[in-house]
Nanobody, 121 residues
Framework: QVQLVESGGGLVQPGGSLRLSCVAS????????MGWYRQAPGKQREVVTT???????NYADSVKGRFTISRDNAKNTMYLQMNSLKPEDTAVYYC???????????????WGQGTQVTVSS
């Protein structure tokens, strides 16, 4: 069974930095698309940044220049380096992976359980 586990969240002051990690484990043949999403209280979940298997990235305008997504395909791991954090970045951050479990299977999407990021003085 495939699992995605995030880590690295916490409380940080405005202007500070955090690094999130997402490890995919279980029966995995290939991971295609991965991404970070976030959901603030009372708001819908929104995409933060995404990365393809070849390393092509996209960022939400609100995080461009401050956040950096990366992945280590050999370790089935994705990272999110968050710098210059603002109070409006406060949310639960979720990782997402579109992956193939077996060569004969189609791809399927999986979510992590989420990690809380709080930016406050």
């Amino acid at each position: 069974q495939v699992q995605l586990v995030e880590s690295g969240g916490g409380l940080v002051q405005p202007g500070g930095s955090l690094r999130l990690s997402c490890v995919a484990s279980g029966s995995i043949f290939r991971i295609n698309f991965m991404g970070w999403y976030r959901q603030a209280p009372g708001k819908q979940r929104e995409v933060v940044t995404t990365i393809t298997s070849s390393g092509f990235t996209n960022y939400a305008d609100s995080v461009k220049g401050r956040f950096t997504i990366s992945r280590d395909n050999a370790k089935n791991t994705m990272y999110l380096q968050m710098n210059s954090l603002k109070p409006e970045d406060t949310a639960v951050y979720y990782c997402y992976a579109d992956l193939i479990e077996q060569p004969s299977f189609g791809s399927r999407g999986y979510w992590g359980q989420g990690t809380q990021v709080t930016v406050s003085s």
